[in-house]
T-cell receptor
Framework: TQLLEQSPQFLSIQEGENLTVYCNSS?????LQWYRQEPGEGPVLLVT?????EVKKLKRLTFQFGDARKDSSLHITAAQPGDTGLYLC???????????FGTGTRLQVFP | DAGVTQSPTHLIKTRGQQVTLRCSPK?????VSWYQQALGQGPQFIFQ???????QRGNFPDRFSGHQFPNYSSELNVNALLLGDSALYLC?????????????FGQGTRLTVV
């Protein structure tokens, strides 16, 4: 069974701080996606990483896919209250586009 | 360009009843997947429809069934509802391109079983 573990589960920080969220698995994925979800809403796609070792930047967010395609990280620089939400990583296997979701990281950024 | 739309947004049902949830995919997308998200957890894959057929299925009982129509829209049906079926039900549409798939989610249907 493919599992994705995210850490930390909860993160509460002040505006302006930096943070990193980790997504780890013992399984290899063909691609990995990061989503942000607000309460009562569906997940919104932030980025897809496809190549092992790939780094993608989206303004203050930096996403990295591990060389072995088993893990990923999301780094936020100078967090803002608008970054508050549930961050989910999701992996897609080979020959399937079924997504395996991580356990989620709930981020709260205080002004 | 309309994204993924789901209806209804909220629903309250009684144990033992049946429910149907609906989803219209993003324009140009031919594949629809359904996920169940319990409170405080990540979404769990229920099943996926492509070309009006169930292509993959997660670890959910036969009480969960679905359908895809020729216009790619989809329905999720749940029979004999249990209290534990209370969750946010998410529909995602996707298109396989460039060697990988990206899934886009609707806002979800919040189902409460009492």
């Amino acid at each position: 069974t493919q599992l994705l573990e995210q850490s930390p589960q909860f993160l509460s920080i002040q505006e302006g701080e930096n943070l990193t969220v980790y997504c780890n698995s013992s399984s290899v994925f063909s691609s990995l996606q990061w989503y942000r979800q607000e309460p009562g809403e569906g997940p919104v796609l932030l980025v897809t990483v496809v190549t092992g070792g790939e780094v993608k930047k989206l303004k203050r967010l930096t996403f990295q896919f591990g060389d072995a395609r088993k893990d990923s990280s999301l780094h936020i620089t100078a967090a803002q209250p608008g970054d508050t939400g549930l961050y989910l990583c999701a992996g897609a296997g080979y020959n399937t586009d079924k997504l395996i979701f991580g356990t989620g990281t709930r981020l709260q950024v205080f002004p | 360009d309309a994204g993924v739309t789901q209806s209804p947004t909220h629903l309250i049902k009684t144990r033992g009843q049946q429910v149907t949830l609906r989803c219209s995919p993003k324009s140009g997308h031919d594949t629809v997947s359904w996920y169940q998200q319990a409170l405080g957890q990540g979404p769990q894959f229920i099943f996926q429809y492509y070309e009006e057929e169930e292509r993959q299925r997660g670890n959910f009982p036969d009480r969960f069934s679905g359908h895809q129509f020729p216009n790619y829209s989809s329905e999720l049906n749940v029979n004999a509802l249990l209290l534990g079926d209370s969750a946010l039900y998410l529909c995602a549409s996707s298109l396989y391109t460039g060697g990988h798939t990206e899934a886009f989610f609707g806002q979800g249907t919040r189902l409460t079983v009492v």
